[in-house]
């Protein structure tokens, strides 16, 4: 199918579920996570109204960020602190902030470009070893330690849980970290903290997101298809 249509029915898909839940749609943004897919793929998106999109690679964001400057990047990789420079100048926001040092050097650089930054806090809802992002009992403490850092405005929470089979275990982990935004927020740490966003939900578990208060989903093989090797 057709770029155009898999976000048509991506699209359709958010209506439905938010309206099952007593959400409104327009409180859930589609991320097209365009990583290793082409420029060409990127255009028929745009073409077909697509606004926001996610990389992961710092290098291969680079040319796309300055081939598409009307629409917004969020970065959703690891961010190593010698990239931070690059991922202060070319996003829209960066999603996995999970760590004090990174934070810091991204003030800096901002600072010095003159720029005010999105950013989310990577969490580690599921403390898998092998997954980056911050422990969630530390949550609160790194948003904490952020607070000084003015050209940085942390918007909210975003996690990538344990791939499970079981919607139960899936839908226990978005909710987790609902409920760790809420504390969060309770003890304002936000940036608005009557707008908390929560970046979750996947090709494969976005309806259970957004059941769950995702205000951000980030959709990648559903709209583009698998990823190429490249
Ligand atoms: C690749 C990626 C996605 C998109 O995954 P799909 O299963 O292709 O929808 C979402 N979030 C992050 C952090 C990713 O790295």
Same mark, same amino acid.
């Given at each position: 199918?057709?770029?155009?249509?898999?976000?048509?029915?991506?699209?359709?898909?958010?209506?439905?579920?938010?309206?099952?839940?007593?959400?409104?749609?327009?409180?859930?943004?589609?991320?097209?996570?365009? %990583?290793?897919?082409?420029?060409?793929?990127?255009?028929?998106?745009?073409?077909?109204?697509?606004?926001?999109?996610?990389?992961?690679?710092?290098?291969?964001?680079?040319?796309?960020?300055?081939?598409?400057?009307?629409?917004?990047?969020?970065?959703?990789?690891?961010?190593?602190?010698?990239?931070? %420079?690059?991922?202060?100048?070319?996003?829209?926001?960066?999603?996995?902030?999970?760590?004090?040092?990174?934070? %810091?050097?991204?003030?800096?650089?901002?600072? %010095?470009?003159?720029?005010?930054?999105?950013?989310?806090?990577?969490?580690?809802?599921?403390?898998?070893?092998?997954?980056?992002?911050?422990?969630?009992?530390?949550?609160?403490?790194?948003?904490?330690?952020?607070?000084?850092?003015s050209r940085i405005r942390p918007k909210g929470l975003m996690t990538m849980p344990p791939f499970s089979t079981d919607?139960?275990?899936?839908?226990?982990?978005?909710k987790a970290l609902r409920l760790l935004s809420i504390d969060c927020a309770d003890k304002k740490l936000f940036y608005d903290n009557e707008n908390v966003e929560l970046s979750m939900g996947m090709s494969h578990d976005?309806?259970?997101?957004?059941?769950?208060?995702?205000?951000?989903?980030?959709?990648?093989?559903?709209?583009?298809?698998?990823?190429?090797?490249?």
């Amino acid at each position: 199918m057709s770029i155009t249509t898999n976000l048509q029915n991506i699209q359709n898909a958010i209506a439905t579920t938010a309206h099952s839940c007593g959400r409104d749609p327009a409180d859930i943004k589609l991320l097209a996570v365009s %990583k290793r897919h082409s420029k060409e793929s990127i255009q028929e998106a745009i073409d077909a109204g697509q606004l926001h999109f996610g990389e992961n690679y710092i290098q291969e964001a680079q040319e796309k960020c300055s081939a598409f400057k009307d629409v917004a990047f969020h970065f959703i990789g690891h961010v190593q602190s010698n990239k931070a %420079k690059l991922a202060a100048e070319l996003f829209s926001m960066v999603e996995t902030v999970d760590r004090l040092k990174l934070a %810091k050097v991204l003030n800096k650089h901002l600072e %010095k470009i003159d720029k005010d930054l999105d950013i989310l806090i990577q969490v580690n809802i599921g403390k898998d070893p092998k997954k980056y992002g911050v422990d969630p009992d530390e949550t609160a403490a790194l948003l904490q330690s952020i607070q000084p850092l003015s050209r940085i405005r942390p918007k909210g929470l975003m996690t990538m849980p344990p791939f499970s089979t079981d919607p139960a275990v899936t839908r226990s982990y978005f909710k987790a970290l609902r409920l760790l935004s809420i504390d969060c927020a309770d003890k304002k740490l936000f940036y608005d903290n009557e707008n908390v966003e929560l970046s979750m939900g996947m090709s494969h578990d976005f309806k259970i997101a957004i059941e769950e208060g995702s205000t951000s989903i980030r959709v990648g093989t559903a709209i583009f298809g698998e990823r190429p090797n490249i």
